[in-house]
């Protein structure tokens, strides 16, 4: 007991200092959120549970969902969308010649770097990975790059390595050290000759000879963002980029020159925060100017339109700046996590809110006006809802007067429709009868089913699966007996699978109901500590994505805090006591 409440104490102090952070500002932890290319019909990101989810932008809904296979010990780290491809989505009929023969490419591939190593395809088409890269990093992956032209892509990690993955064949074509510290950034340039990389100092590449082609140093922090601003060649003195780095309010913008005479950056944009997500529509010519969108770490949205013909000694201000709140009383912000630029100036494509469900919406923005404020209603519980088309979670046939208990986030029922037509066709199993719940507390009557030798063989045994039924029933009706049931298990196998098993609606109830039992007797402290510890353990990402963790673990915190410290004490007084009996 003594080691388990020491070690959840540790688990929540990092809970507890983890959480502060996120209060103190926005997210301490980047998490990837990345719109498709052109068309901008799918969003892509990664939320705190480690989960890849793909919404659709058009319909608001969840469009795919994929877990990684070591999810939590190899976090995403950074997200990419390949060029739109042409993909075959199945057998289809031979198309007559008097048709069209005109093919539209779509949004497919995505590339996710992870903290270990690896590099992992995913196809939206297939609904599956696509492929894995591996053997190429011994550290984590912090940016990933498709090339425009061919299939091939860029990867830069914590060895301060750049592989070159050849995707036709799923193998290393090169890699190259790139920098002293870690290479946090990459961009490949529109004509996909040149290649940038960033730890601390900016370096372009000759993607023919993998050889320095410049360098730029300005930043006293790792860059993390790095793109290209215009399409022009980099032997017209025209080829511009910007960066931006950690810690850093300013957007850098540097020009590649003939001469070489390319040391500071021409012109800088003055934000609010550091920027997590950057939208840019490339200038063409120098009397188009380039459109800039920057969403920042507090959660603002900045716009720039800039005309790129030579440096400027002052910081530039944005042409127009965006904020969201709720509508309550006391308006309360609502951070936004990505923005995407259309071809009408005025309108742009936006992403709100969590990243366990975030809100999109195409807005039309008067940019003419310095600072603008849009008002949502959103809804605090969340609610995940996903194509009936994709998903392949088949939703269960229930009578209308059933209540059925579904998984989802707090404060969320997801109501679930029924279908008569299937109803009425079913057969009727009299063979097959459903266990009541005092025939399930029966079974698992610990004095009974464990010891009993001699039981008969065909007897059944109720498994982990029955028990996170239970548990979760015994918490949403309140009931002692089933939770004393429960509780008193003493498998800690059982125990894990249970918690794995949980719903995540049920993880803060749980919770509570073990918070108000460790105030109890010793003997059931005892045992609440077990399923304390695999609650911990199993849903480590959901916790600290809620924004109301440090009232919610903070009574726990200090009761085991107190608890801990008396346990000293109390082996002193248990010494003294036993020599005293021992000398009576």
């Not at 993909?87 to 903290?115: I, W, Y």
């Not at 603002?300 to 904020?323: D, I, R």
């Not at 003997?523 to 849903?539: E, Q």
């Amino acid at each position: 007991p003594q080691e388990s409440a020491i070690t959840i104490k540790i688990i929540l102090h990092i809970f507890l200092a983890s959480v502060m952070a996120v209060d103190g500002g926005s997210t301490s932890l980047h998490l990837p959120c990345v719109f498709s290319p052109k068309a901008r019909q799918y969003l892509a990101l990664c939320a705190q549970d480690g989960k890849l989810r793909v919404w659709n932008t058009d319909s608001k809904t969840l469009h795919q969902e994929y877990v990684p296979s070591a999810h939590l010990s190899a976090t995403c780290m950074c997200i990419a969308w390949g060029p739109c491809r042409t993909v075959k989505e199945g057998p289809q009929r031979k198309k007559r010649k008097s048709e069209t023969v005109g093919v539209e490419k779509k949004a497919d591939l995505l590339a996710m770097g992870t903290a270990a190593g690896t590099v992992l395809i995913y196809s939206t088409v297939k609904g599956s990975l696509h492929c894995t890269l591996d053997e190429g990093h011994s550290g984590g992956v912090n940016c990933v790059q498709w090339h425009p032209l061919d299939s091939l892509l860029y990867s830069g990690s914590d060895d301060t390595n750049i592989v070159e993955w050849d995707l036709q064949t799923g193998k290393a074509r090169s890699k190259w050290k790139a920098d002293r510290a870690a290479v946090t950034s990459v961009c490949v340039s529109p004509d996909g000759k040149l290649l940038l990389s960033a730890g601390q100092i900016i370096k372009m590449w000759d993607l023919n000879t993998k050889e320095i082609y410049r360098k730029f140093t300005g930043h006293s922090t790792a860059v993390t963002t790095l793109c290209f601003a215009t399409t022009r060649p980099p032997d017209s003195n025209s080829l511009y980029f910007l960066s931006g780095a950690a810690h850093d309010r300013l957007l850098s913008v540097w020009q590649v020159r003939e001469d070489g005479k390319d040391k500071n950056s021409l012109v800088s944009f003055t934000l609010t925060d550091e920027p997590r997500h950057i939208d840019i529509i490339t200038s063409n010519s120098k009397e188009e100017a380039v459109r800039l969108a920057v969403v920042c770490k507090d959660g603002q949205l900045h716009f720039f339109e800039h005309f790129l013909n030579g440096p400027c000694k002052k910081p530039l201000s944005p042409s127009c700046t965006v904020l969201m709140s709720d509508t309550k009383e006391s308006p309360m912000p609502i951070p936004l996590l990505a923005a995407a630029l259309t071809t009408d100036p005025r309108t742009v494509v936006l992403a709100y809110g969590n990243h366990l469900q975030p809100m999109m919406e195409k807005v039309e923005i008067n940019t003419a006006e310095r600072h603008v404020c849009l008002t949502r209603d959103v809804q605090t519980s969340l609610s995940l809802s996903m194509d009936t088309t994709v998903s392949k979670v088949k939703t269960p046939i229930v009578d209308t007067k059933c209540r059925v208990l579904v998984p989802g986030l707090p404060g969320h029922q997801a109501p679930v429709k029924g279908t008569s037509q299937g109803s009425e066709k079913r057969k009727k199993q009299t063979a097959t009868k459903e266990m009541s719940i005092e025939e399930r507390l029966c079974e698992i009557n610990l004095s009974t089913a464990s010891t009993a030798k001699g039981a008969p063989k065909g007897t059944a045994s109720l498994q982990t699966d029955n028990f996170a039924v239970l548990l979760v029933q015994g918490l949403e009706s309140n009931d002692a007996n089933i939770l004393n049931v429960i509780f008193q298990t003493r498998k800690e196998m059982v125990v894990r699978k249970t918690v794995a098993r949980l719903p995540l609606s049920a993880v803060l109830p749980l919770v509570n109901e073990l918070t108000n039992r460790l105030q109890g007797h010793p003997f059931t402290a005892v045992l609440m500590v077990r399923w304390l510890k695999a609650v911990l353990m199993h849903h480590t990402s959901y916790l600290v994505s809620l924004p109301d963790l440090v009232s919610q673990l903070g009574v726990l915190y200090h009761m085991i805090e107190s608890r801990v410290r008396m346990f000293h004490k109390l082996t002193k007084l248990h010494g003294k006591l036993y020599l005293l009996t021992t000398q009576v």
